[in-house]
């Protein structure tokens, strides 16, 4: 499997800090996407730290000298040891971030959103925490893989509210989990199977707060995978999105 991965950021039109934060190793299959948050920059260095910290830590926990996580490696499914390594660097982040939030007054309350993709073989290991999601665009079809840790979401899936409504409701943002600010993170995970052809997008909601998924997945339509980035942060911005905006692909071939 051939991998291609690009990706684009905007500041927007209204915000004076990009507080998102993106990653691409291709050698390793690490992607990742977060969104920062936290008064007088204090947003930026909780992406930044972590997109680099999660890095870092699956980097680390790669080398075979590292094998405090995968214990009976032999016994266990090497999908399952990806999914829990990737809590356990997620975990890392949120810890950092806190004890750095402690330390610099001025940052404190910071967080950030985080979506993790690890490509390993034929299989795509996905986590999350926050509200940047991770889709896959798969036979002219857009699936989203991630589910938003809101209070709007809780109230959705308890059939409380609508998505139609919730789109409109002034405290959509408001997340149940987020790294850092809220320490301990109980990140969502899962694993697919990769089909030549796929096409995953990890994206902040400055991109799909203008945007809903069915004009998504139709901006995606007969577009090459170089031109995607470029493409959908230009349509979400002329969309009205005043947020950061982040866009992130990894194309399957
Ligand atoms: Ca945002």
Redesign the pocket.
Known sequence: MKLVALARTDVGPVREHN??SLLIDLDQGIFVVA?G?GGHAAGEVASQMATETVHRTLTEMADPEETRLVRDHETEDPADVLRERLRYAMNQASIRIRREAEARPETRGMGT?LVVLVIDGEQAHLAHVGD?RAYLYRNGRLIRLTRDHTVVQQEIDAGRLTPELARLLPHK?ILTQSVGFHGPVEPDTTTRWIERGDIFLLC???MT?PLEDDQIGRLMEGTRVEDLPEKLVTEALRAGSE??VTVLVVGAR
């Open positions: 507080e998102d969104d948050m959103t940047s943002h902040s909601d400055g707060d947020d950061n």
